[in-house]
């Protein structure tokens, strides 16, 4: 294609020519790459090799932790039912002696330190969006400026009063967990020797750096909430201030499914292969109003995380596939040949194919 | 009389390309209309007291189905004015001011600079400086125009699918609540920032015919040979198929996420940025497997358009916290996950499953039920490296 000249446009050299480049042109060098049949069974198998390793190593990894744990919320309190059991909580919720009860943990095998309890709530969704927004994360940092404690509603001004702001506010933060536990271990010969859990560098350490503050908290959780769950800031839940107590700050990491773990504290002691963990556990958060569950998990870790195979399944179903699809296309390109790239073979064209 | 001659000749001449029948197809529509309408075809004759040619106030017919549209001059355009009316798509091509309202009327009106002035090119969408650079302005910059509009509509789609598909899925397990799984500014940055360039680039470079402007004239039956953006390509390759990828990019972070001591891997932010580099990824990748024609420039804007979504993460917290704003969703998270194996694993698992698979359409396709483009690819391919003679542009 020419370019326009200019007619009787006079001497002048301007001209609206656009650039002759390889961009405005259109003409820029260009790799068009051709799927052929060789390259594609390469790939697929290259695929398969790469990945089903992958996997068998995720898998195993994912395999490896040794996890314990046991189901609380309905054994550990009288009642056939949610509501009979909720009703007890209601009558002994001043007196924790009777919320207590002992639940045995067998050590499957050798549980190398650290060991990580984690208490496990199902059917509790720390992601529902009104849930999600009902906090402050300035206030918590310690921040005067700039806070906006409205989304904390209802939990905001303590019962309604204006002069008793909450702080920590909202929803997140009232609904603290507030179960605690002990733990004693016994080996083969029956001594039972009490077990530290620490809660000490359990939390997320850009959180305790960044996100929390060290001051005393107003008007939270004082006595204990009229729905039976909710603890306060203080020593008994880990720390007086949100700094200090990591479980807090674990508790305002919200989760993302319905059923999640929380770290609560960390054992720096190996566990031995047949030994029997007895966990006390003080059961007092309310989750019999909506049918959630508890549990009490003790687990170790690898390099991957906890005990979780969903990686390497993932990665073994998407190589098996790829070996599979690779061996099954290079049996039907030797079953049956067929000319590649023959325009005989378009559907549409009843013309005798002709070639270039 | 020689510049008559000279007219004829050019007409029958396109007439002739345009009703050629070649090994992609017939192409049908064009020579069977003119033979229909009996008017307002391509051999007009000439009359010399008018205008230097009514040449100049024939209309180029050209229509994927059916007829429609007038004769010659205005007032035919004018009997069946009504868009809605006809079938196909109008060309009026002309080159003096009497054309003027012809061109207006057309859905595209190509103006021919020349000695009867500059009103046609001023009212033309397109101007061309000769009658006969309608036949290229047809066949190659028609066709790769609709080819990379098509791309871009059903691109677009694809995209902002797989990212909203996320969010769907996420909210089966919160309870329908409306909770976004990824927050609001990596939101933002997505369509804008991460992943505008490409499809830009695509949208204007894209070439889906090797060498385009000689394989495109050699084979103009291409032209209705194969429709770009069909009804059931959209429907698939827009909005069923990012289903499936924004399932892949939701489920395997979420799912193989897992407490990790004291890393928080598994709370509802970071899985969302696992999910939210996922896509991003992911629709890149989708892209580059699509493209037909991959220069250094679409490679580096790719490359680019994902690299920038990791600095980006680490970035936007410390500039939170400078401005002394606290944001649960963004504090430490992209640097925790940037360091932890379950999402590097997790990439590499969501990429291989969506991009194989994609793949391996691509390669079924390009086999069994290549389009008349791909078939082209191929003959340009292998006579070019029989015959060795060189690959490069015009």
């Not at chain 1, 089903?52 to 195993?60: F, M």
């Not at chain 2, 909005?239 to 979420?254: K, N």
């Not at chain 2, 006579?383 to 490069?392: P, Q, R, V």
């Amino acid at each position: 294609m020419t370019s326009p000249t200019p007619q009787g446009e006079g001497t002048s050299k301007k001209t609206n020519e656009p650039r002759n480049t390889k961009i405005t042109q259109q003409t820029l060098p260009a790799c068009k790459p051709i799927l052929e049949p060789v390259w594609i069974v390469f790939i697929f198998f290259a695929i398969g090799v790469v990945l089903v390793p992958i996997g068998a190593v995720c898998l195993y990894y994912g395999l490896k932790p040794v996890e314990i744990s046991a189901r609380y919320d309905q054994t550990c309190v009288q009642g056939a039912s949610n509501a009979e059991r909720e009703a007890y909580l209601y009558q002994n919720a001043a007196n924790d002696s009777m919320l207590r009860c002992t639940i045995q943990l067998r050590v499957t095998a050798d549980m190398p330190a650290p060991v990580f309890v984690y208490y496990e709530l199902s059917g509790y969704y720390q992601n529902h969006r009104r849930y999600v927004k009902s906090r402050s994360d300035m206030q918590l940092a310690g921040k005067t400026k700039g806070l906006a404690t409205n989304l904390c509603d209802p939990q905001e001004r303590y019962d309604g009063n204006d002069s008793l702001p909450i702080n920590p506010c909202g929803l997140v933060a009232w609904s603290f967990f507030n179960d605690t536990y002990m733990m004693a271990v016994s080996t083969n010969d029956s001594n039972l020797l009490p077990l530290p859990i620490s809660d000490q560098n359990i939390a997320f350490k850009s959180d305790i750096k960044y996100r929390f503050a060290s001051y005393t908290p107003q008007n939270f959780n004082p006595v204990i909430g009229p729905l039976r769950g909710g603890f306060n800031l203080s020593a008994d839940s880990g720390g007086a201030t949100p700094k200090d107590n990591q479980r807090f700050i674990n508790w305002m990491r919200l989760s993302a499914l319905p059923r999640f773990r929380k770290l609560w504290g960390r054992i720096d002691r190996d566990l031995k292969a047949g030994s029997m963990v007895s966990v006390t556990v003080y059961n007092r958060y309310n989750t019999y109003k909506f049918d959630g569950r508890k549990s009490i998990v003790l687990g170790t870790t690898t390099w991957l995380g906890s005990r979780n195979p969903f990686l390497g399944v993932a990665y073994l179903v998407t190589g098996g596939l790829s070996f599979i699809l690779a061996l099954v296309y290079l049996v039907l390109r030797l079953a049956r040949p067929r000319k590649f790239g023959d325009p005989a073979a378009l559907s549409f064209n009843n013309h005798p194919g002709a070639s270039g | 009389v020689a510049p008559l001659r000279l007219l004829l000749s050019m007409t029958s001449a396109v007439k002739r390309c345009l009703n050629r029948v070649g090994p992609y197809g017939n192409s049908t529509a064009t020579g069977q209309e003119h033979g229909q309408e009996g008017e307002g075809e391509i051999s007009g004759g000439v009359d010399s007291e008018d205008t230097d040619g009514e040449l100049a106030t024939e209309e180029v017919e050209e229509g994927r189905a059916g007829g429609g549209g007038g004769g010659g001059g205005g007032r035919g355009i004018n009997e069946s004015s009504d868009p809605w009316d006809r079938e196909g798509v109008l060309l009026a091509i002309g080159d003096g001011a009497n054309d003027v309202a012809m061109i207006q009327a057309a859905d595209v009106g190509v103006g021919v600079l020349g000695k009867e002035g500059r009103q046609a090119v001023n009212n033309s969408d397109v101007a061309v400086p000769l009658f006969r650079h309608l036949v290229p302005l047809l066949l190659v910059h028609g066709q790769l125009c609709t080819e990379r509009l098509s791309r871009l509509i059903t691109y677009s789609f694809y995209k902002n699918l797989t990212y909203w598909g996320v969010l769907l899925a996420f909210q089966f397990y919160c309870g329908f609540s409306g909770q976004a799984l990824i927050d609001d500014i990596s939101g933002s940055f997505y369509n804008v920032v991460l992943t505008a360039l490409p499809i830009l680039v695509v949208a204007l470079q894209e070439s889906h015919a090797p060498e385009p402007s000689i394989s495109l004239l050699q084979h103009p039956e291409l032209y209705n040979a194969h429709s770009p953006l069909s009804a059931c390509r959209f429907w698939m390759e827009g909005v069923v198929l990012p289903l499936f990828h924004s399932a892949a990019c939701f489920f395997i972070p979420m799912y193989s996420a897992t407490p990790f001591g004291t890393q928080p891997a598994h709370t509802l932010w970071v899985v969302g940025k696992a999910s939210y580099m996922a896509v991003v990824v992911v629709v890149t990748v989708e892209l580059l497997l699509t493209t037909r024609a991959w220069t250094k420039l679409l490679g580096t804007v790719c490359l680019l358009s994902v690299a920038v979504a990791f600095p980006f993460l680490l970035l936007v917290w410390r500039l939170e916290l400078a401005a002394n704003y606290l944001d649960e969703a963004t504090v430490g998270a992209a640097d925790l996950l940037f360091k932890s194996p379950y999402f590097w694993m997790s990439m590499v698992a969501v990429v291989s499953l969506t991009a194989g698979s994609r793949y391996l359409e691509r390669a079924i396709r390009w086999i069994y039920f290549p389009d008349p483009f791909m078939t082209l690819a191929r003959e340009f391919h292998r006579t070019t490296t029989t015959t060795t003679t060189t690959n490069n542009g015009p």
